[in-house]
């Protein structure tokens, strides 16, 4: 990437391909007999420019970054083997794309003092230097000749344009002669060498003084490493077809190595079974462990090797850790030479200094070998590890490592201690093999349920079920064991079985006392979660509160992210904007553990921001957080109200059919446990929204009256998607008769959402029914409800009746004109409105600035007050105005100027 503080240079692409130097060209500029001052020959596949495989990705994002790189001085692109280097860099030039004549000379070991220099002074002959200067003669092979580099740099300071020179496999440079000579000719080359270094490792060159001076441009494994859709389309130019979820999942493992997803792409080829190949594909199959081990891990000193393979038993390690594992004292320098030698399979983890991860395909490789070479090293290694993890604050991890390494005692006494964080965020590590499964008599109460963690940790509810029932005869039902239940009924979907666990855990029996600490916040908010889904807002309110200021009281921060979250999801159902905004900041405030679901337990808080967005018209702030609550959701409860916000956002750009298609998708991934009738009857009236949209008016007033028929009482979801579709069919008396009473108070359990809705639609039904006066009485009302909370999406989403209800509005007086006025301009710029046929004569300056006056309630004599006009000057142009507009009078000019879109 560009060093920070670097400006990116942009520049105009000629219209005709950069001089850059071709194959043929540079092999038929090197003729037989051209020889190295040694006597040897000079290779003219060492200044070719390599083929580009036939599976090659244009990578547009790295393209443009080379291109600003050589408008300076020096361009590195450093990664181990594999990452793409020399196909990038080939690839850039076959394309045509660079800027300035490029020259290619692929480094070998021998290239040493006078060699290197023969190739490189052949290079630029080539291409360059014979049409303006002679270059000076190769050094002799034995001596040092001084005079050479100056003649050389003084060749190159004299063409008329920078040359772009790419040396490959420059790691292989041992001389550090070459090396300043390469920095000598930069300094004294006039600008004109653009130098492009391919490597594996950093050179010995000065880059921290361009990196200073923001001369410097570099790519690194992670700006080389394929991006989802990349790896997608490297997979189609390999001829083959992969459904996306396993395209993702193949990414995941390779984390985007060139290489893997290659070696990945032919080992495809050859299976029947894609899905079973991508579950398996790993670092230990044959070619890719092959070439990783000869890539990558051969190179590595000895020492370096020991400790990554004795600590693979770890996902996450740091020299400390390394150190109680091995029993040595170097792992720290260990580890920081593997990060700078393997750049991209040794990872430094952001943010945590010191703390590393080996690349999934490199862990699963050392692993491999640490089970073959050393097997009963591996019990004592995890045994160690859950020593260090327990003694550092990591109890995830020790936990999963005492029970890899039969530590039976160490996990039961982690699990007696930590047993909350555990079961609600799951473990911070993740062992590189299952565990081994405990023997049959192994019963005991914490044993069986650090089993079940785990089981729920890799998302196998059923799994955990067996180690439930171990200890489901134990006599008393305690804490942990309830909280496990709840846990595995919410990862399952299985609300009503959720709930009761919940009331169980929370002790709602008559003598018992409510269980106070995490399992109480851990009940409050399962139970709060399950109450919101099944249409219970006021209990869930109550619950969630309750929940989340007991998490508040004893500083259980993973707790008060849960129920905050998911009290945030509920106020912005409701339509309460301004709380369900601050709920969902403040849970995403809240620090979280390592557990690997604790971020899972933001996703509602992603989901309340993305409804608070859409329904403030702010569709790409919605649309980014419903993403990310996408990515993060987990349990099967918020599936649905993915489904239905993702059916929003799509029907808000303009695509009803999708909208459609999402919905249906969404409600498919429920299953019989988790349906309730609030569920059903939400989807009932969304479809029936989005079907109304999308003109069938018919289909949409079936479902929704089946719906009600099936119901017990009055929904009011269903009775405002039954209005809106009387209302569509132009019904304006049937569609006020359907709506539920929308005015109650607002301390009343109809949600301010629908309260808005059911308004609108009222208010659109008088006008449709000629009554004016209470049509403009409704629609101030509603105002003056939406406005406090900035909603907006319900006014923009109206029909266009809508539109000219709120400008007639306008002319009746209103307290709130900025919200019309941004509505009207949000509704016109949404569906694209031109204006209609301009008046014969175009309005003036000024009288533009009168007819806005025109709106209100002034008078002539007040508009020119304000203006600083006279009266005269003002009632001159009022009757331009009328004139110009074909308007007898004030309100007719005004009504006409709104249908021009000249308000």
């Not at 420059?170 to 300043?180: A, K, N």
């Not at 190179?299 to 990554?308: F, I, T």
């Not at 914490?446 to 006599?475: C, I, K, N, S, W």
């Not at 119901?711 to 049937?734: K, Q």
Request: with cysteine; net charge neutral.
């Amino acid at each position: 990437m560009r060093t920070a503080g670097q400006e990116t240079t942009t520049w105009q692409r000629p219209s005709r391909p950069a001089a850059t130097v071709q194959p043929a060209t540079l092999a038929s500029s090197t003729p037989a007999g051209t020889a190295e001052p040694d006597g040897l020959p000079l290779l003219a596949s060492k200044l070719t420019v390599p083929e580009p495989p036939a599976a090659v990705v244009l990578r547009p994002r790295l393209t443009t970054l080379l291109d600003a790189g050589t408008g300076g001085p020096v361009t590195l692109v450093a990664a181990p083997a594999g990452w793409g280097k020399t196909v990038l860099l080939s690839s850039w030039l076959a394309a045509g794309y660079a800027r300035f004549p490029a020259v290619w000379m692929t480094v070998e070991p021998s290239d040493r003092g006078p060699r290197f220099w023969s190739y490189l002074r052949a290079a630029l002959s080539s291409a360059v230097l014979p049409h303006h200067a002679q270059p000076p003669a190769a050094p002799p092979p034995t001596t040092a000749d001084e005079a050479f580099l100056p003649r050389l740099a003084a060749a190159v300071a004299a063409l008329p344009e920078p040359v772009v020179v790419i040396l490959d496999d420059v790691h292989l440079v041992d001389d550090p002669g070459v090396l300043h000579g390469l920095e000598f000719l930069l300094r004294h080359g006039n600008g004109r060498l653009r130098l492009v270094i391919a490597a594996r490792t950093e050179p010995g060159l000065p880059l921290h003084r361009w990196r200073l001076t923001g001369e410097l441009t570099e790519l690194r494994a992670a700006d080389l490493a394929f991006t989802e859709p990349e790896t997608a389309e490297l997979i189609v130019r390999h001829g083959l077809s992969l459904p996306g979820q396993l395209a993702r999942a193949l990414h995941a493992r390779t984390e985007g190595w060139a290489a893997g997803v290659r070696l990945a792409a032919l080992g495809l080829r050859a299976d029947p079974d894609p899905a079973g190949f991508v579950a398996r594909f790993g670092g230990d199959q044959a070619g890719v462990a092959e070439y990783l081990t000869a890539e990558l891990l051969t190179p590595l000193s000895p020492e370096v090797r020991d400790v990554l393979l004795r600590t693979a038993v770890l996902q996450r390690l740091c020299g400390d850790s390394a150190d109680a594992l091995t029993g040595r004292t170097d792992g720290e320098r260990a580890l920081a030479t593997a990060a700078g030698e393997a750049t991209g399979f040794v990872v430094p983890l952001s943010g945590e200094p010191g703390w590393y991860r080996c690349h999934p395909l490199v862990g699963d490789l050392l692993h491999a070998q640490l089970v073959r070479q050393r097997p009963d090293d591996v019990p004592e290694l995890h045994r160690r590890a859950a020593r260090w993890h327990a003694g550092h604050g990591l109890p995830g991890a020790a936990l999963r490592h005492a029970l890899a390494g039969g530590d039976r005692a160490t996990a039961v006494g982690v699990l007696a201690r930590h047993w909350p964080a555990v079961l609600l965020c799951g473990h911070d590590e993740t062992l590189r093999a299952p565990l081994p499964a405990p023997a049959p008599d192994d019963t005991g109460t914490l044993l069986a349920l650090a089993y079940a963690a785990d089981r729920l940790d890799a998302g196998d509810p059923a799994g955990a079920d067996e180690y439930l029932r171990r200890v489901d005869t134990h006599p008393t039902a305690t804490p942990e064991l309830v909280t496990g239940h709840v846990l595995r009924a919410t990862a399952a979907g299985d609300l009503t079985e959720a709930v009761r666990r919940a009331h169980q855990l929370r002790g709602l029996g008559p003598t018992d006392a409510a269980v106070a600490g995490p399992a109480g916040v851990i009940a409050f908010a399962a139970l709060g979660g399950a109450q919101l889904i099944r249409g219970e807002p006021a209990a869930a309110q109550a619950t969630l509160r309750t929940g989340l200021g007991e998490a508040n009281d004893i500083g259980y921060g993973c707790g008060a992210r849960l129920s905050g979250a998911r009290l945030a999801l509920l106020h912005a159902l409701a339509g309460q904007l301004r709380v369900a905004d601050a709920t969902a900041r403040a849970a995403l405030a809240v620090p979280g553990c390592r557990g690997r679901r604790c971020p899972s337990h933001t996703a509602a808080a992603h989901l309340a921001l993305a409804v608070v967005a859409h329904e403030r018209d702010a569709r790409s702030e919605a649309a980014r957080h419903l993403q990310r609550a996408a990515a993060l959701a987990t349990e099967p409860a918020l599936a649905a109200p993915i489904a239905i916000v993702r059916a929003w956002l799509l029907q808000a750009d303009g695509e009803p059919g999708q909208a459609v298609e999402a919905l249906l998708a969404g409600r498919r991934e429920l299953d019989a446990g988790q349906r309730t009738r609030h569920l059903d009857q939400w989807l009932c009236a969304t479809e029936a929204e989005l079907r109304g949209a999308r003109g069938e008016t018919a289909a949409a007033r079936e479902l929704v009256a089946a719906a009600l028929a099936g119901c017990d009482g009055r929904d009011d979801a269903l009775s405002v998607a039954l209005a809106r579709t009387h209302l569509r069919a132009g019904d304006p008396a049937a569609a006020a008769a359907a709506l539920p009473d929308w005015s109650t108070p607002p301390h009343q359990p109809t949600p301010l959402a629908l309260r808005l809705e059911s308004g609108l639609v009222e208010a659109l039904a008088a006008h449709g029914l000629g009554d004016q006066r209470r049509a403009h009485q409704i629609l101030e009302r509603v105002l003056e409800l939406a406005e406090p909370d900035g909603h907006r999406r319900v006014f923009t989403r109206g029909p266009s009746t809508l539109r000219t209800l709120l400008a007639e509005h306008l002319d009746r007086g209103t307290a709130h004109r900025p919200t019309i006025d941004e509505v009207i301009a949000a509704t016109d710029r949404r569906h694209g409105e031109r204006r209609h046929a301009a008046p014969a004569e175009p309005l003036t300056e000024r009288e533009l600035t009168i007819l806005r006056y025109l709106q209100s309630t002034l008078s002539n004599g007040e508009i020119a007050a304000e203006l600083f006009l006279s009266v005269n000057t003002v009632k001159t142009h009022v009757r331009n105005i009328y004139q110009k507009l074909g308007a007898p009078r004030r309100r007719e000019a005004v009504r006409r100027a709104r249908e021009l879109r000249l308000l």
